[in-house]
Nanobody, 119 residues
Framework: QVQLVESGGGLVQPGGSLRLSCAAS????????MGWYRQAPEKQRELVAA???????NYADSVKGRFTISRDNAKNTVYLQMNSLKPEDTAVYYC?????????????WGQGTQVTVSS
């Protein structure tokens, strides 16, 4: 089993910044892709950003140029630097990790961290 623990959420004014962290622990063979998703009230969960184990990144159009995803493979940790935050970025942010080996992989999710952008 793999546990994901997120931190860094909170309340911020429009135009402000936050940095989310997600650390994976437990029985880890290899962490492949790690990513951040978000879910606003009455909306479906959506991909925000993802990063592969060799650093290839992918972003939702709505956050390109404002958010930056990075990871520390030695610490099995992924980060999301969020700048120029907008009220529409308000959501619960979830970390996801794909763990396993070349034959079997599983998805793991964190418990979520609330991000609220409001004046």
């Amino acid at each position: 089993q793999v546990q994901l623990v997120e931190s860094g959420g909170g309340l911020v004014q429009p135009g402000g910044s936050l940095r989310l962290s997600c650390a994976a622990s437990g029985s880890i063979f290899k962490i492949y892709t790690m990513g951040w998703y978000r879910q606003a009230p009455e909306k479906q969960r959506e991909l925000v950003a993802a990063i592969t184990s060799n650093g290839i990144t992918n972003y939702a159009d709505s956050v390109k140029g404002r958010f930056t995803i990075s990871r520390d493979n030695a610490k099995n940790t992924v980060y999301l630097q969020m700048n120029s935050l907008k009220p529409e970025d308000t959501a619960v942010y979830y970390c996801k990790a794909v763990e396993g080996n070349d034959h079997v992989r599983q998805n793991y999710w964190g418990q979520g961290t609330q991000v609220t952008v409001s004046s």
